[in-house]
């Protein structure tokens, strides 16, 4: 049984590649939105042309990255999401949701201080995590069936 | 054609009573979430056995939510989410993904300075707006074909 | 908001009554199998013709039984299912198992010494309740927004 | 034609040995839920955190476990259902219910001193079984039309 | 819990009747394809033009009557299939597979020298019956719990 | 049995309501977009604000009368599409293949000259029509089983 | 773009072989129900024990063969369905109800003199052919634009 | 993360080799429908028999092609829809119509002098594209995360 995982959410720090590392021997496939910030805010007028407008600067970047996150959550088993302790990231909860709609099986990794901001989002989710770590032993008890320790 | 609208988001202003207010006349059914701060919070331990735990305490009261919330957006036509100026509101972009990956016509209702932060969502949306009067417009319009003025 | 509730699962006690009766000027339309427990295990040879063998005639029974509770079910906005003390009471699990996979919201009803036997049925609901009074308290809030005392 | 089947319920006999060793040489593959009994029971608190209160330690195990049997179950062309003699097992019939309402090809694995309490499981099955052996005569003869003897 | 049967099948004698007659007093809603065969078979020539060649007379018929056909199946929440003694009468084993891949509950109506050839549409279906009045009971059983006699 | 019809495409001649006026007494329901051309160009910045570029002033006013459209579409049983002589018709072949995909019974309006250019459009459709009196006949014989004359 | 097709119908001549021989160095991969006559009828009661009703016998065969023919049916690109000379031949009919529900292409293969008796059949079907080398001529234009000659 | 794309329109100029070459070395699969105007005219009749009504030699062919275009596009992660110079090209934009109604990923391809008669179609569309290099670098971004320059 191969699991799909989309890891959706924070950009900054490297938990994706805690995950990544730790799964390593079983049997994921890992997809991520792009995480170069940079990169993903401009991509739009880079590839489509510039805009004077913050705004649709803004939208054909979103809808460039779209595609993206679209397929990775449509294919994906097993949806990550990491909140952070800085900003909004309403990103992150918007892909919660949808992923929620579409019956994937969810995973909140976040901290505790958080929690009662995500009460909604954490209560559709199969689980609620601190750490990557637990991220890596969910996914190897779900394909092995080992526990850790 | 009647119109059913879900307005979900921001519970501190009165955002909702001038959309519904504004579309006095018009074929429209609206539906919200509880916007009792405090029975929102506490509806799960209220009915259902206190919790020691504030995470469980929080996921009853959430689970019980959910059973209004995703009625009422599965049996929108369209969905109208409001973020505030405060607050995570993460619950608020859970609702615009759930809403996105259902299919449903998403209108955002934000001021410009979390224009940036909401990009993906408002990527997702068919109308950005500003004030509840634009909802209201758009209302008219959908129902009517009559613009403002 | 008008809910449409299906009552499944034990069918030796007056909880659905109890249920019905509380929730009496709720906007609640609800639904139940057939709770004439010898014309339920019969109606399919007595329509159809008798059977010399349990088996069959335990399949046409069921099937024409099925015709109502997945009707039900499927009309339904929240399913609620109660577990009794006795009995193997699969068909409630069954009934519990399609309504969680059609995505209804699900509302558990049994007591505390079955919680570990149902744990898989209740992590897929919404609320796990103890009594009829529970659940009604539960629409009530669904519907109202207001919370008991 | 490959076909993907998961074996559902009992897990104190080697029921599913004898299906998967029966069917060596056929294009099956199979999927199962951990079948480590301790494990199944242990998994949210030994990954997630300990739980005081044995209803949510055991809500956090059932819902890590979902993850592995929603996607076995999803996975799925045929599922196989297994009824023991003890037990309650309401996640069996649950889990029948679930891939009944997803179009999976259902067949079940009992004895008949429980056909009447499995009617309404049993009519909503393609094949009622009494031994693994008539389990892998049905994937036999589904992947190669030849019949047994 | 208001039912809507769509009858399919043969149009040569009046079975149709005889159940909307039985079924006086009931929640139901009946549909049913034209029933006037010269109608049918001339409507798509009749309404949009002659053709010379009869394959597309027939085709351009066949389509419109799929109009009502379509609406009628997708709006049940039974469909029943009445198969007579003479005829291909292929329509009415196409509804029946229409019917069933949709997830209707699907009643058969036929004699049982047809038992064999229509084993398959049967094995798809909640009941096989031999009179309109069987059909009549079991919506009346549906509905109300009641049986006959 | 009732019928939501949706008129989409040309909207410089008044073949809606002729099909309207010809249909009465028959239990339809019509929706159409709106055909104030100026308002459904217009209608994005004239209540969300000016455009400097009239690309995005073109996209805003096509997303908000997607809201009406999608609706219009998703609720209907049958689509009529009218092809004018005049102009690209492009969002009319949309709405066509929208409708087509979502397995709605699909009804063309043109004249033959456009027939080998609407070949795919008129393959997917259940007829294919000349002129306003051909649409209501077929509705009138959907409801009501007459053919003209 | 490799194609599945399911071969549906009768299996009295050689047509399957015909084609499949047809599409040799094709990317398609064929699938079709159990074509041995006996075998298809009696693999219920040899698998799983005698019944002395014949309507039972063939039901038990029936549901076995139908975990096959749903598999390949659901699988399928592209479902044929051929109609023979002779016999009901209602599980063809039913198939191809099946298949049309499900979206798949449809391609019908009959003599000419069924055209009025399969008429809502083909209409439902995207090319009706009359000989096994048109169906490989279609699967071929359709992989790879060659027309023949 | 492999993507599949639909390339759908326009059939006059090389732009789908300028897309295929310029994504070599991405992991991306490309389907189109026959590019061959003649065969894609005549398929129908080639295969199936000449029709004497143009009309019917339309369908006939459209409806072959059908078989394929419909697969390309379900299959798609990506449908890019080209809008050339000339001709009406009623069927790119139904192609855009049906992609969108799938949830496909849709870009378009066209010169700004058909913007305002596009409007709708790219108002569903992730992107609006001038030159096949455009969807090169947006297929690139999407899969590498690099952006040109």
Redesign the interface.
């Given at each position: 049984?191969p699991?799909n995982v989309y890891l959706s959410g924070e950009i900054h720090t490297d938990w994706r590649e805690q995950i990544i590392d730790g799964a390593q021997g079983l049997d994921v496939t890992f997809?991520s939105p792009?995480?170069?910030h940079a990169?993903s805010d401009?991509?739009?007028v880079?590839?489509?042309?510039a805009e004077?407008?913050?705004?649709?600067h803004?939208?054909?970047?979103?809808?460039?990255?779209?595609?993206?996150?679209?397929?990775?959550i449509e294919?994906a088993?097993?949806v990550v999401v990491r909140?952070g302790e800085k900003?909004?990231?309403?990103?992150?909860?918007?892909?919660?949701?949808?992923?929620?709609?579409?019956?994937k099986?969810l995973?909140i990794l976040q901290q505790?201080d958080?929690?009662?901001?995500?009460?909604?989002?954490?209560?559709?989710a199969?689980?609620?995590?601190?750490s990557p770590d637990?991220v890596v032993?969910?996914l190897r008890?779900?394909?092995t069936?080992?526990?850790?320790?």
């Open positions: 049984m699991l997809n792009v995480t170069d990169a401009d991509c739009g880079a590839i489509l042309g004077p407008d913050k705004f649709w803004d939208r054909k970047g979103a809808m460039v990255n779209a595609i993206r996150t679209r397929k990775g294919d088993d097993v909140f900003y909004k990231q309403w990103n992150a909860a918007f892909d919660a949701g949808f992923a929620a709609a579409l019956g099986s995973i505790p958080h929690d009662h901001a995500l009460k909604e989002v954490d209560a559709a199969l689980a609620v995590t601190r637990q032993e969910i008890y779900v394909l069936g080992k526990l850790p320790g």
